[in-house]
Structure formats: C-alpha cells, structure tokens
C-alpha cells in the first residue's frame, strides 16, 4: 500500500502567520492517465472531515482561497497563506492513484 | 443541500454483524459512487469500501475484504455497509461519503460509532 508521510506531526502557529504542510509518497501519484490523485481534507475538532483541496492544487468550491495546494510526484505541499481560527484542527493528505485508497497520519494545526 | 445521515452503529461482541445505513437527500444519488471511511478513537482515517454509481461494482481494502459488504438502493437513496465477523479493531466511527472517485471524498456525513467489544 502507498504510504503517505506528513510533516509535521503538530503545527503552531499565531493568527495571520502563513504555514505550510507536507505530504510526501513512497510512490508516485501520478496515474497512467496523466492526473495525480492528491488530495487534501481538514477535519474541525468534534467535526466531520471536509476537502479543501484536490487533485494537487483545486480548490474544492467554498474554500478560502487562502488555501493552496502544489507539488507532483512524490512530494506535495499544504499552505495557508494566514491562519484563521476556523482553520484549526487536523490536515490530512489522502490519494487516490493507487487501490487502496490510502490517507496520511495527519497534522495539528494549533494556537500559539 | 447535500446531506448524509448514518444509523446502525452500536456496540457488538466480537464475531458477531452489524449493519449500517446512510440515507442520502440534496444530490442525485445513483449519479455518485458512494464510500465508507473509518476512524479509531483519536486516530486517524482509513477507507473501508466503496460502490459504483449503478452498484454494479465494490472495492475493499485487504483489512475488511470478505468481512464487510457495501451495497445501494437508489431508489431509497440509501446506503449500506454489512459488517460480519467484527473484530476489537473494527471499533470506530464510520462516515458515509459521497465520491467523486478516486479519494475524493466531497461530501460526509455525522458519522457513526461502532464499538466491538465483549
């Protein structure tokens, strides 16, 4: 199964500081079909999963544009460019290039 | 608006079944593959099944395969997960997804919570 890797684990941050977020593959996700199936969810304490973010870099209707996603390959990257609030909680990359489906461990987006 | 509502969750012994159901309403369902996606107490996310727009075909991980069975009704709208031979590692909460295929999960429900445990 591919192993999807996030970094870091746990992400402090002050409101209005930009951070970014890790996703790294331990293969590639780029499908025979030329489409890299990478996509990104943010899951609100007490809440239910919700996609920011998809195939690498579209933003899922709704979101902030705030959120940003890029990358290819093996290694993809999460950043928001000035954390609100509403945005903490935990990150998790998740592909679709390979059966099975497969999410990565997840990263804590906190206060400072 | 999209909503998803799952029931049927619950506590079981181990080795015994359970099944879930999640009614859809806001989109039109046999358009959509439909999922299932679990999660551990404070843990993280893992698929568990998912189903062609017409039901025709399903997808299992190995961690479930020949344990659990996904299917639909579109007429009522609803999904299923048949759970059989449940295990201590099948306690978790369970979310009906709409899928838009291949991981991408658009729409969840409330989610469910299945405990196995004697």
């Known amino acids: 199964d591919v192993v999807l890797t996030q970094t870091p684990p746990t992400l402090s941050a002050t409101i209005g500081q930009s951070v970014s977020i890790s996703c790294r593959s331990s293969?590639?996700?780029?499908?025979?079909?030329?489409?890299?199936?990478l996509h990104w969810l943010l899951q609100r304490p007490g809440q239910s999963p919700q996609l920011l973010i998809y195939?690498?870099?579209r933003l899922e209707s709704g979101v902030p544009n705030r959120f940003s996603g890029s990358g290819s390959g093996t290694d993809f990257t999460l950043k928001i460019s000035g954390v609100e609030a509403e945005d903490l909680g935990v990150y998790y990359c998740?592909?679709?290039?390979?059966?099975?489906?497969?999410f990565g461990a997840g990263t804590k987006l906190e206060l400072k | 608006e999209v909503q998803l509502v799952e029931t049927g969750g619950g506590l079981v012994q181990p080795g015994r079944s359970l099944k879930l159901s999640c009614v859809a309403s806001?989109?039109?369902?046999?358009?959509?593959?439909m999922s299932w996606t679990r999660q551990a107490p404070g843990k993280g996310l893992e698929w568990v099944a998912s189903?062609?727009?017409?039901?025709?075909?399903?997808y299992y991980p190995d961690s479930v395969k020949g344990r659990f069975t996904i299917s639909r009704d579109n007429a009522q709208n609803t999904l299923y997960l048949q759970m059989n031979s449940l295990r201590s590692e099948d306690t978790a909460t369970y979310y009906c997804?709409?899928?838009?295929?291949?991981?991408?999960?658009?729409?969840w429900g409330q989610g469910v919570m299945v405990t196995v445990s004697s």
């Open positions: 997804t709409r899928d838009r295929r291949r991981g991408v999960f658009d729409y």
């Open positions: 806001g989109f039109t369902f046999n358009n959509y593959w």
């Open positions: 189903i062609t727009n017409s039901g025709g075909s399903t």
């Open positions: 293969q590639s996700l780029l499908h025979s079909n030329g489409n890299t199936y």
């Open positions: 195939l690498v870099s």
């Open positions: 998740v592909q679709g290039t390979h059966a099975p489906y497969t």
